[in-house]
């Protein structure tokens, strides 16, 4: 059996993979440069680092891992694991413990440049593809005298979970609106399913999240509480959010997303998915076809897999596209 990370394709040398008390350890099969065919022998198994039970990551994630095998005839199986997101997804897909990882493209352009959480620290990633678009989404009781982020000044809020991709946008627009993520608000470092459960509570005032539409848990939010929360609007702050990265842009939930009365605006962010800059050339191009082949099914699961796009998915800049990536969109027509 080989894993990915430890896939061995084409005449690669197979890599022993170590499995102790701190889970599986791979370690990626370094490509050989050779011609790159999409066919993937013997028996491959790869694990997908998501995010937080109740997000799109984790949807998707778990509805791309179980459309593997049946676009590759069985040859590639894959595990979907809920992570603590982005930066952590990151830092595991390097170090071997996972050979997939969905990240925001914010936080994948830290990892190549090296900066933000990776500072100084180059990661050797790359893309299998541009995936959907998450939607920063703020939303704060409606009896915590919330107006903006700026007003969060001495209130309960969860940044998300540490080292995740909600964590650094968080921090990045609590410091926008002038306040201090250290010491300017009470700071709850929570997934996501603690932090609706806290807002439900009355145990956290505020909170933010980043995400693909609809969120599930979200969803349920806003089906039993819709009257005691509301959104708060960040947009004011995308000036300064974009001299932090270009990435950001403003966007637009729909109000039928979660039953609201009317759209909200917001910040967006495209998510990519990445993998070792080294993995096997052909493992990387299945996995893309796979991603295009089965993405009616996958939407089935994940509304937001809809989104995938041909004509979009090489838009990965900074990070650099995968050549085994770039090789499946070229036979998918992209």
Not at 139 to 146: D, E, Q
Request: one cysteine or more; aromatic letters at 4%; glycine letters at 10%.
């Amino acid at each position: 059996m080989r894993t990915v990370g430890a896939v061995v394709g084409g005449g690669l040398a197979l890599l022993l993979v170590a499995t102790g008390c701190g889970g599986r350890q791979d370690r990626a099969a370094t490509d050989t440069g050779g011609e790159v065919t999409c066919q993937v022998a013997g028996d491959t198994r790869i694990g997908i680092a998501t995010g937080n039970v109740g997000g799109v990551y984790y949807t998707m994630g778990n509805a791309f891992a179980e459309q593997i095998s049946a676009a590759t005839g069985g040859t590639v199986k894959a595990t979907a694991a809920e992570t603590g997101a982005s930066v952590q997804n990151i830092q595991q897909l390097v170090a071997g413990t996972y050979g997939v990882a969905f990240s925001l493209a914010d936080t994948a352009a830290d990892a190549v440049n090296g900066t933000g959480a990776f500072d100084g620290r180059k990661q050797p990633v790359a893309a299998l593809s541009r995936i959907h678009t998450n939607y920063t989404q703020v939303i704060a009781r409606t009896s915590a005298g919330i107006t903006d982020v700026a007003s969060m000044r001495g209130k309960r809020v969860s940044t998300g979970s540490p080292r995740s991709g909600t964590e650094v946008i968080a921090n990045r627009l609590l410091t926008a609106a002038g306040l201090d993520p250290a010491t300017d608000i009470q700071a709850q470092r929570l997934d996501l399913t603690k932090t609706v459960d806290g807002i439900k509570d009355g145990s956290i005032d505020a909170f933010f999240w980043s995400g693909g539409l609809p969120t599930p848990n979200l969803t349920d939010l806003f089906t039993t509480s819709a009257s005691s929360v509301r959104f708060v609007d960040i947009t004011p702050l995308l000036p300064r959010m974009k001299q932090v990265n270009p990435v950001y842009e403003q966007g637009l939930i729909p109000a039928a997303t979660y039953k609201l009365p009317a759209d909200t605006p917001t910040i967006v962010v495209p998510n990519v998915l990445l993998v070792k800059d080294d993995l096997d050339a052909n493992v990387a191009c299945a996995l893309t076809k796979a991603l295009f082949d089965r993405k009616d099914q996958i939407a089935q699961a994940s509304p937001a897999a809809a989104e995938l796009a041909v004509t979009t998915a090489r838009n990965t800049d900074p990070v650099p596209l995968h050549r085994g990536a770039a090789e499946a969109l070229t036979l998918l027509g992209g």
